[in-house]
């Protein structure tokens, strides 16, 4: 694991660490549940190209601060979204540089999801090329039932990963999906212990940096291809489609409902 030294940004939502050729990105919101601020989504919409172009990277591990490894969207966030459409716009812009940034990053990336994964968070595990997930961790995208489409990663990647019909199930339902079966259904590829996930997604990072590295990132090239079809005729139409429910009255509804059960604890 890096030490104190190798540590940079570390006041921020989004901090980066070099530990040799293994770049760990840690969402850094940990009491937040690594909600979305909006430093923290702006700065996913921007790593991937400040990855790509650092000459000494080879790996990237994706985690999250404390006990989640990220709840997705915040209230605050929801709530501005609704009445300000620059911001909105702002919004599905780095929504879908995140979505690029993460296919065509030119390194591997895994994801090690060290506890839930929802909404945005889900798509990140998802987005990410493979996935260790903690024995006690859950994906779930529930944009549904908050009255958004699920624009920002779901419809995209889930289809390509367990198929038409277990995507609308899991989409329509907004389910939590188990690491067991986050594995069986190839939404992950493998549970590990709590307690050893970054252990084994470091061990994991260092043997693919010492595979040959320019046959390792076009070999993610070409099998990208795959998710490159996608993005051409899904991506677009699903995001737009989510930035009109952003203002819509079932979103709006949904949120002022979570508010208000929150206030009455």
Request: charged share 25%; hydrophobic share 45%; aromatic share 2%.
């Amino acid at each position: 694991m890096p030490t104190a030294v190798e540590m940079k940004d570390l006041m921020t939502d989004l901090v980066v660490t070099a530990v040799g050729p293994v770049r760990l990105v840690e969402l850094n919101r940990p009491e937040q549940l690594n909600a979305m601020s909006e430093e923290l989504h702006s700065g996913l919409a921007s790593v991937w190209d400040d990855l790509a172009a650092d000459p000494e990277a080879r790996v990237v591990v994706l985690t999250g601060r404390g006990r989640a490894f990220s709840a997705g969207g915040n209230l605050d966030t929801m709530t501005r979204v609704q009445r300000d459409a620059d911001f909105r716009e702002q919004q599905v812009d780095e929504a879908r540089r995140i979505i690029t940034g993460m296919v065509r990053c030119p390194l591997p990336v895994i994801a090690a999801v060290n506890g839930p994964a929802v909404g945005l968070g889900c798509s990140l595990a998802l987005l990410s090329d493979l996935v260790l997930i903690a024995d006690d961790a859950y994906v779930a995208d529930p944009h549904v039932q908050v009255g958004l489409v699920a624009g920002d990663g779901g419809a995209y990647i889930l289809p390509l990963l367990v198929g038409l019909t277990r995507a609308k199930e899991l989409l329509f339902l907004g389910d939590r999906v188990s690491a067991e079966d986050a594995v069986r259904l190839g939404i992950a590829n493998r549970a590990v212990p709590k307690d050893k996930l970054m252990d084994e997604a470091m061990d994991l990072a260092g043997r693919l940096a010492a595979q040959p590295a320019q046959a390792l990132r076009e070999t993610k090239r070409a099998v990208n291809r795959h998710l490159e079809q996608a993005l051409d005729t899904v991506m677009e139409p699903a995001l737009l489609a989510e930035r009109d429910t952003m203002h819509g009255p079932d979103h709006i509804a949904a949120v002022e409902r979570i508010i208000a059960s929150r206030g009455r604890r």
